[in-house]
């Protein structure tokens, strides 16, 4: 599923998956982070479908 410009323009962007993995855990809610099409940066989603993960370096 492909993003929508509007909602790629009103969500927080971050430039790295894991700078957007830490703003997950700070949020206190279940939140995973995905690269937008659009922007190419990563955004958080509460959603499971039609997203890959974003895995940790390592």
Do not use: N
Not at 14 to 37: H, I, K, N, T
């Amino acid at each position: 599923m492909r993003t929508r410009l509007s909602i790629c323009a009103r969500k927080a962007r971050y430039e790295s998956g894991q700078e957007a993995l830490l703003a997950a855990e700070r949020s206190g809610l279940v939140l995973r982070p995905y690269r937008c099409d659009r922007c190419g940066r990563f955004h958080l989603t509460s959603r499971t479908k039609g997203k890959r993960m974003v895995r940790p370096p390592g």
